[in-house]
């Protein structure tokens, strides 16, 4: 239950630490994992004390055991090694201090830990944290490099050495940590982030040299590797030597096999871009002259062709055979109008000769009223009616008379 206090009712300190210890004394016994940072055994003393530290973060506590609890172990642990007690949490209220009070060490066996890496990279893959597809192409020449490893290292000697072997104006931004030990996950986490923020860095290499599984731990810790997964910069991971495989190199961008061959995968080697350079314009030059000549060739089997050597001959054919057309046409016209006038000359012959005039010319006449009609019969006229007479050369009025 929450204290009622006042600035008017305040509770003293004593009263505040036995509420304290209540609390806690109600807490069970747990299994708590941890590394041991710090062992006094205190030679004759009948307690041992120890520090437990959380291998992923900077977190620590005190643990005392009694001294037949520490002697089952004292051979088989030391400063750095991972244990799990058996523990329940103690508060000494004259100091205000918490620590654990341990009933049972176990160190944490090789297997145990293999079996744990294992669970652990099933249940990462199961996330996707190390699919193909994931994975980012390195640039090909990256501006500035950065680098995490051990201060004065053989692994940070290598890449450096061997990158500006290849090229000598590449630039790094270098961070050391702890590659192994208590204090290497937290302070390689912040390293790798430091360095993903970095606006001018375009890669980053993660690297150590070869070591014990339990050397090699930080690097497969859970924390470390989501933080890998979660860069925006392409990571590659060069730890110790081919034949290890700590998560983090399932889950990089690309895995070297030792921090020389990260150098190489990262920088390019200068001598050999020059040479590829050189074979590629080689190439290209070749290409060129080849296009060149076979288009030279194609033109020169153009320009000896009939119609490209006498440009003319084609067209002054033509225009022989257009004359010669033109001629016929002529020709073939004219007969057909000499042909068509024949035949309106013998039609109009014989219209001439078959019209009332043509009659009239051979001594014919025609006899019409006055009103123009034509007399075709004698029954038509009547005695003393006058008609008119038309001829071929004019016309006159007659009197019809009486029958004869």
């Not at 239950?1 to 009263?15: D, I, K, N």
């Not at 109600?26 to 590394?35: F, I, M, P, S, Y």
């Not at 025609?366 to 001829?391: F, N, Y």
């Amino acid at each position: 239950m929450a204290l009622v206090t006042s600035p008017e009712a305040p509770v003293p300190v004593g009263e505040i630490s036995r509420l304290i210890g209540g609390w806690i004394d109600r807490l069970g016994a747990v299994w708590v994992e941890g590394q041991i940072i710090q062992l006094s055994p205190r030679p004759g003393a009948g307690m041992a004390f120890l520090t437990l530290r959380d291998p992923s973060q900077d977190v620590s506590i005190s643990v005392t055991c009694f001294r037949d609890v520490f002697d089952r172990v004292k051979d088989v642990v030391s400063e750095g090694a991972r244990v799990v007690v058996h523990a329940k949490p103690v508060w000494y209220g004259r100091a205000g201090t918490l620590s654990l009070r341990a009933a049972d060490i176990r160190p944490v066996g090789i297997g145990e830990l293999l079996a744990r890496l294992e669970r652990l990279r099933k249940s990462l893959a199961a996330e996707g944290l190390f699919a193909e597809d994931r994975k980012r192409p390195l640039p090909f020449l990256p501006q500035r490099v950065g680098l995490v490893t051990g201060r004065a290292s053989d692994a940070e000697r290598d890449v450096l050495h061997t990158a500006r072997e290849r090229w000598p104006a590449v630039r790094f931004e270098v961070r050391h940590t702890a590659v192994q030990g208590v204090r290497a996950v937290p302070q390689l986490i912040e390293a790798v982030r430091e360095l993903d923020a970095h606006p001018e860095v375009d890669v980053i290499i993660v690297t150590r040299g070869g070591g014990s599984m339990e050397d090699l731990l930080p690097f497969s810790d859970e924390q470390l590797v989501r933080t890998a997964a979660g860069c925006r910069t392409p990571l590659v991971s060069a730890i110790g030597h081919e034949a290890d495989a700590p998560l983090l190199d399932l889950v990089a961008d690309l895995r070297s096999r030792t921090p020389t061959h990260a150098a190489k995968d990262v920088v390019p080697d200068v001598g050999e871009e020059h040479e590829r350079v050189r074979e590629l314009r080689a190439r290209a030059f070749r290409v060129i002259n080849a296009f060149l000549d076979r288009e030279e060739r194609g033109l020169a089997d153009v320009v000896s062709r009939p119609a490209m050597a006498d440009p003319h001959a084609m067209t002054d054919e033509r225009a022989e055979e257009i004359r010669f057309l033109l001629e016929r046409a002529r020709r073939t016209l004219g007969h057909r109008l000499d042909r068509a006038e024949d035949e309106l000359r013998h039609t109009r012959a014989r219209v001439v000769a078959l019209s009332p005039a043509a009659t009239l010319q051979r001594g014919y006449a025609v006899l019409q009223r006055e009103d123009g009609g034509v007399i075709r019969t004698p029954e038509e006229t009547s005695e003393g009616e006058k008609l008119r007479a038309r001829v071929a050369d004019g016309e006159f009025g007659v009197t019809v008379g009486p029958d004869a």
